[in-house]
């Protein structure tokens, strides 16, 4: 679904639609350049910090000061363990380039494209790697950025997205359930089964953290 809607693959029947405009081969560029993607299976760059956040938006390269707001915004501290700032040379390949752990590589996946401004954002998993502290400044950023775009978020963690204005479960790969959160949970469905489940995880966590 989330391929269909960037415009990497065409729908097999039916259309897509950007401001109704129909996508067709000719003009899929435009789904290309109105989407940011962030994949679970997200790419690292051997290149300077600067320029893996510039990816997306070059003509802005030089913005600094934006790449360092966002950056601190998803996870204070994390330009202090940079050793040469946003001129950090990154990943293993690189001569000097110093390696991240893979929450700070999918930290940097999602400012590059928080950074590009895209009118629609795609974060599939965009948590996965990340320790819960970080994973709340990436949600509370997303739903901040939602004044501006349009944001898609696919997960399994179900507490990210309470605050959706729609949220779609698929089942057996079709939509099954469709509607915000509290709409949702009073229709005793797959959804509402997988937040009760997933909300006794965490209480049971919490109660034995309070034992020891």
Known sequence: MIKIMTGLL?????????????????????????????????????????ENLSLEKLDAKDDMEKMAEILEGLQPGFMEKMRDGLHTFLGKGIQDGQDLSDGQWQMVA??????????????????????????????????DLLQTSAAFLVTHRLGAVVKADQIYVLKDGIISEQGDHMTLLGQNGAYQAMFATQKSWYEHDKGEAYER
């Open 110 to 143: 999602v400012a590059r494209t928080v950074f590009s401004g895209r009118q629609g954002l795609v974060l599939d998993e965009p948590t996965a790697a990340l320790d819960p502290l970080a994973e709340v400044s990436v949600y509370e950023m997303v739903y």
């Open 10 to 50: 065409a729908p097999e029947k039916g259309e897509i639609c950007l401001n109704g405009i129909p996508i067709t081969d000719e003009n899929r560029y435009l789904l290309q350049k109105a989407m940011s993607v962030v994949w679970q299976d997200f790419s690292r760059f051997d290149l300077t910090l600067q």
